[in-house]
């Protein structure tokens, strides 16, 4: 699943999706079945649609599983998997209230990296606007003044006039080289091989970070909850491989499943995974020796989304004020190009 999926808003509760899995998590806790669950939450929503209702309500009616009812209503992949898995090993209530928490930690995130970004870019996109009309309107004025006067600008003044106008061509290639790592993301992302795809993003400057994490949080979150319910290791990679929601996590464990056949352990198998976080075969060999992989892993996954939002977090704490630095600066040189002239101007007098 790629970064961009995730995210993604769902498609027909938006806002409202962290809530109605809480919801079905606190009906099911005081005896509420299922079914009669579902049918009473998807009256209250009125950003459904009403013939989206009556789908989702016949698939209730039909005995369809919640996991395909989630991904019919255009839940998130990673939200779809995790409950699909937890179908099975049983821990459908606390994986509801995990996943409502999850998806509420990523809005939050979200929103504040939205809210840190939107002043400034109001700032460069004014500060873009007077550039562009210093460079038609009071630079020419001021050459033709020099050349009026017979003298040319000099020191910081020619610098300064110089930097002026090689701005709206410095910004003309940071946009063009963003559209062109945006197009190469997209090119990267439609890669059918699912082995070359997964080692190019892992490889990516700080997007390998938060795509291994991610990947690490999901795959060590599950295989812990189902080999804490009894599950048998090769049950669950036999799992992991023949469903069809996330080809990542087919991949990895078909690698550890080659890995194990030829002898290795499972930390052996995890420490040679490219697209997992590297600590996690130390903590899973640490399981090993005391017969505690699936808390081990539990325990991990929670480390690694904890650690993934704090660095989302510092990072959107930073941008505004680098941003804002970048900007007084650039205020500053704005001022000094339209006095500085005026004053060496004046001095030639």
């Given amino acids: 699943m790629s970064m961009l999926a995730i995210w993604k808003n769902s498609n027909r509760l938006g806002k409202y999706d962290a809530h109605f899995l809480l919801k079905i998590a606190d009906l099911l806790e005081v005896g509420f079945t299922l079914q009669q669950s579902l049918i009473f939450l998807l009256e209250q929503y009125d950003v459904l649609k009403e013939k989206d209702k009556a789908t989702y309500l016949q698939m209730v009616r039909e005995g369809v599983s919640l996991s395909l009812i989630l991904k019919a209503m255009g839940f998130r ?15 459908v209530l ?19 990296l939205i809210k840190s970004l939107q002043y400034p870019i109001l700032l460069v996109t004014i500060f873009i606007a007077i550039l562009i009309a210093l460079n038609f309107t009071v630079i020419p004025q001021f050459k033709n003044l020099y050349i009026a006067m017979g003298t040319e600008s000099r020191g910081i003044v020619s610098v300064l006039i110089a930097m002026l106008e090689s701005l709206p061509y410095i910004l003309g290639v940071a946009l063009l080289a963003s559209i062109i790592a945006l197009f190469t993301t997209a090119s990267i992302l439609r890669i059918k091989d699912v082995s070359k795809k997964s080692r190019i993003l892992a490889s990516i400057p700080v997007f390998g970070f938060y795509f291994k ?12 909850y189902l080999l804490n319910n009894g599950l048998e290791v090769k049950e669950i990679l036999d799992l ?36 997992l976080d590297e600590k996690l075969s130390i903590f899973v060999s640490h399981g090993e020796q005391n017969s505690s992989v699936g808390k081990e892993l539990i325990m991990f996954s929670e480390y690694t989304l904890e650690r993934l939002i704090m660095r989302i977090e510092n990072t959107t704490r930073r941008i505004q004020p680098i941003v804002f630095l970048i900007l007084g600066i650039l205020i500053i040189c704005l001022y000094l190009i339209i006095v500085l002239p005026i004053f060496q101007m004046m001095s030639e007098i």
């Fill in 94 to 112: 606390k994986n509801l209230r995990e996943s409502s928490a999850y998806l509420k930690h990523l809005r939050k995130t979200s929103s504040k």
């Fill in 240 to 275: 992991f491989i023949h469903q069809e929601i996330s080809p990542y996590l087919q991949l990895i464990s078909k690698k550890i499943e080659s890995s194990l056949m030829d002898g290795n352990s499972l930390s052996d198998a995890l420490a040679g995974m490219e697209m």
């Fill in 213 to 224: 994490g991610y990947q690490t949080f999901r795959f060590s979150r599950e295989f812990g």
């Fill in 77 to 91: 992949s990673a939200i779809v998997i995790q409950v699909s898995l937890a179908e099975i090993h049983g821990e």
